[in-house]
């Protein structure tokens, strides 16, 4: 029905057996790879081909680390308006915050939903409308816990499958368990990330400031080389394993 819509800007609305008519530009939103869905079967190709005319790119929040602060403070403001009390965190909350939320660790998986929850937890939680450093703790752990869940199917990290996919058993038998670990760590940040730029700044974003070139992408690739794996052949095998 979409498709017809498109296409003649007829429609038979619900309950109806009259078609109407609309003149109208469609503006559509996917968080999925509908070029992946068609693949697998599950869009139509014919359909895809229809609406994708032009594509943006929103960049997620993981992306856009400068827009977090400002954030912060706009839902500190709509809990205020929403509760009828003032809340801030007090100078080291503050701090362990957005040292956080800034950093590789914090995925983002929901966006400023994410961030959202965060503040009302926090907010809501805080006594006499200080939010204290106990308390970005645990909002941290709990943030990490629903993340690292997301990154799980079946009780099987993603990660680990993604390991064992991309190297031979030989391989996985020679690595030391500290560079098992890094390379799994390296993987669920490559499996969060939608380009190796993006990855290589979420990797490197403590040791960038001191270094006088800021090539974040071509220090991943070298260390990726390492194993003998390439951005590209990361993200077919997890595409392989969604």
């Known amino acids: 029905m979409l498709l017809r819509a498109l296409e003649d800007k007829t ?8 078609e109407a ?10 968080n999925c790879d509908l070029s992946l869905k068609v693949r697998e079967g599950f869009f139509r190709e014919d359909l895809l081909a229809r609406i994708n005319l032009w594509t943006f790119r929103l960049p997620g ?3 856009r ?8 403070n706009y839902e500190l403001e709509v809990y205020a308006k929403r509760a009828g009390n003032q809340v801030t ?15 590789g660790q914090a995925s983002w998986n929901g966006n400023f939903r994410d961030l959202n929850a965060a503040v009302t937890r926090m907010a ?23 993340w690292q869940e997301s990154g799980v199917e079946g009780g099987v990290s993603v990660c680990d499958d993604l390991l064992t996919h991309l190297l031979e058993a030989d391989q996985l038998a ?10 799994e760590a390296v993987l669920r940040v490559c499996h969060q ?24 992408a071509d220090r991943l690739r070298k260390y990726l080389k390492r194993f003998g794996l390439e951005w590209q052949m990361i993200q077919e095998a997890d595409g392989n394993q969604a």
């Open 11 to 18: 429609f038979l609305p619900l309950g109806s057996d009259r």
């Open 89 to 103: 965190f007090n100078k080291e909350a503050r701090t362990a915050f957005m040292r956080f939320a800034t950093s």
């Open 61 to 63: 929040l993981r992306e």
């Open 65 to 72: 680390v400068e827009d977090i602060e400002p954030n912060l």
């Open 21 to 30: 008519h609309s003149d109208f530009q469609l503006i559509a939103g996917t």
């Open 124 to 146: 809501t939680l805080a006594r006499n409308g200080r939010i204290s450093v106990e308390l970005v703790e645990e909002e941290i752990e709990c943030l990490k816990n629903a």
């Open 193 to 216: 990330s939608r380009t190796l730029s993006e990855t290589g700044r979420r990797l490197f974003t403590a040791s960038r400031g001191a270094r006088q070139t800021t090539n974040d």
């Open 174 to 183: 020679r690595l030391d368990l500290f560079d098992r670990v890094q390379l």
